[in-house]
């Protein structure tokens, strides 16, 4: 808990983090005294004298430990080193992982891993464990996806486990999208005590909330699954099971298909539809839509209409005081979406007379959902105490966290 | 704590209450005695032996302490004591109050609770205090609603102050379906660790959601205001700002819209559009539906089927192991919504491969608002340790509550 209120306040003093605790003098001094000979904190100058003596800061120790984020996403892969403070300190990111079985994947990706500490010059004893996100649906705590996608072999493998015992290290599985939403939170990119959510966009669109530093998990950490959500009624069905889902009007594989059905757009754009790489063709839709091309603007725009539309949605049910869009979708034309879905949660928001909701572009950008799954090791790691609610039991997140961290075998 | 741990046990040892709690022996002695020492709670016979003497157990008294709940619905005024355990023990309801200005109606309400309160024979020491209930959004801590329904002189008029002043009792202001979902925790219905939501019908359609016997509040407590999420992102304009919503296709008032809207229907089922009670109608399309009129049958399933698709979205958002279906508006055909919404939720919910989603019915039926109501005056009252978090500040759910109390003036 002292951990995460020095790591909140960048630089404080003990008198100050006696205050914020609730903790006696002794205690924090105490507390303190055994972080600094952990390495994990540092004394940091002074700060401004009320009266006497200017009191001695604390902070953070930013090399002491480190973690890694892995984000398995469809067609590309990018993995993350951060330092305890959140900040990137290496990635790379290589293509088609998820498009082998897992068994041979997964070895894939532990060697990159291994590669990318080695590169980086990073003390693998320093190293806390391996955030694993990606897409739903997930068994979180036994560290499986509960889905058939890319390929059937994935769907129950065990993929936390299989990386852990190539890397050893421990290793967590979570939701990107919630990933990306709690990186957030750690960067202190926003109001620690608000509830956000984060509307996340790579291939597909995922979600997720914030409440008070804490992700909402709900019965089993599926939650916030806005890409499967319906904005049609009468929509068509959705292989997800539902109909009209959100990611069939305006996710990037959408935009590329309503673009390419319309004549003569997709040789002015210079879309080819053979090259099968979609969001390369909706990066060029993007582009074109902010160089002015009408045609492209009107479906950027409607794309941004219909992400409004669940981000209302979004809205109405989590009461969010701020919606974070995150991911590499939002990479090109981000400031068109940002601006339309704005319009359209002042305008819808049910209880837009109570508080207003901003939107608005994520610190992480393009790597929300890799840096959010390092986060989520150090937010496991260091601040348990904190955030372990003992009678929720399973559920809770940190507890639940440290559970699905699978330990290699030795 | 140690109160609320009775309350779910029913009739609980001591030394299951120490095991419960973590306290130890000689404080749970302690604070049994205390409790014992206020009337909250009696000796009730012995338990079962574990080896030596059985245990004497300890249980709630339920009459040590009453409180109100009440119901402002746009047509109509539900009044409820229940004692200490949920149960109620007096009811009355009335029309009108609504659709007077607040400061004829308030008081109105107020002569009502006073006669109900003497009729019943309770003493008015023995009352906790009065929840108020109805729809949203509302500023829960000032005690106030957001909206100019019914009319504009409602807007922002001190409900909860000027009831309390009208009382002489602490009156706390909360929305009507939050209220509901928490009666379910209460009365014991839920597994206290699901995470549950619920959709309430009355003339229009709200909702809540609790997470481990707290209601989710997000921002400002205006959270999963379901009737006005968007089913059709192309649908018409909504009162509210959104377009395409909910209510407007599954709720009452739509269902006798869509039911005068075909030739003859309104004349074989005794509609009188000029009677202006649509919850009457409602009520008579329910009832022919359930007696195999096919038309009737026809547009209740449509409803219960738009119902299920936010009841699927609400199921994507929050990750839920439950929906209750609470509220008068499923009097008569909730038997129809609860089938046709479970298939929905069977057919289309995300992560179905993670964990099934239960439909069912409230086990207050039509008056869950009223009775939850009074019940969030004894959780925030009996229970305000165990889930006051000082962290959260303002934004705690027993700490808001207790803040929201108006006391009234002396």
């Known amino acids: 808990m002292v951990l995460d209120h020095i790591r909140a306040a960048r630089a404080i003093s003990r008198v100050e983090l006696a205050a914020a605790t609730g903790l006696t003098a002794p205690t924090i001094s105490e507390v303190v005294r055994e972080l600094i000979a952990d390495g994990l904190v540092v004394e940091a100058g002074r700060g401004v004298s009320t009266g006497g003596k200017p009191p001695v800061l604390v902070q953070l120790n930013p090399h002491a430990r480190y973690s890694?984020?892995?984000?398995?996403e469809r067609n590309m892969c990018v993995i993350v080193i951060v330092d305890l403070a959140g900040r990137q300190v290496a990635r790379t990111s290589f293509r088609g992982a998820a498009s082998?079985?897992?068994?041979?994947?997964?070895?894939?990706v532990a060697a990159q891993v291994d590669a990318l500490l080695a590169t980086a010059g990073v003390d693998r004893d320093k190293v806390l464990g391996v955030g694993l996100v990606g897409y739903g649906p997930q068994d979180r705590r036994a560290g499986t996806l509960l889905t058939p996608q890319p390929t059937q072999e994935w769907f129950g493998y065990p993929v936390a486990r299989r990386l852990a015992e190539s890397l050893?290290?421990?290793v967590l599985?979570?939701?990107?999208?919630?990933a990306a939403a709690i990186g957030e939170y750690w960067m202190g990119a926003v109001d620690p005590r608000s509830t956000y959510g984060c509307i996340y966009m790579a291939t597909g669109?995922?979600?997720?909330?914030?409440?008070?530093?804490?992700v909402y998990r709900g019965s089993s950490s599926n939650s916030v699954e806005i890409g499967h959500i319906s904005i049609d009624v009468n929509g068509d069905d959705c292989p997800c099971g539902n109909r009209g889902c959100l990611e069939n009007y305006a996710g990037p594989s959408a935009v590329v298909r309503q673009a390419l059905a319309e004549p003569g757009l997709a040789q002015r754009l210079g879309l080819d539809p053979a090259e099968g790489d979609f969001?390369?063709?909706?990066?060029?839709?993007?582009?074109?839509?902010?160089?002015?091309?009408p045609s492209a603007r009107a479906l950027i725009e409607r794309s941004a209409r219909y992400l409004g539309c669940a981000a209302v949605t979004m809205a109405c049910l989590f009461d969010l005081d701020v919606i974070v869009l995150a991911g590499p979708s939002f990479a090109v034309a981000g400031a068109i979406y940002q601006s339309l879905v704005q319009q359209e949660v002042d305008r819808r928001t049910f209880a837009r007379r109570a508080h207003p909701v901003r939107v608005v572009p994520s610190v992480s950008g393009s790597d929300a959902a890799a840096i959010g799954g390092a986060v989520l090791v150090l937010q496991s790691e260091l601040t348990l105490g904190a955030h372990a609610r003992p009678e929720d039991g399973a559920r809770s997140d940190a507890a639940t966290a440290s559970q699905a961290a699978a330990q290699p075998a030795e």
């Open 68 to 72: 890694v984020g892995v984000q398995l």
């Open 100 to 108: 082998m079985p897992p068994d041979r994947a997964l070895p894939l």
């Open 168 to 170: 050893g290290l421990p």
């Open 173 to 178: 599985l979570d939701n990107d999208a919630a």
């Open 205 to 214: 669109i995922g979600g997720g909330v914030v409440v008070a530093g804490e």
């Open 279 to 293: 969001l390369a063709e909706f990066a060029r839709i993007g582009a074109a839509a902010n160089a002015g091309e």
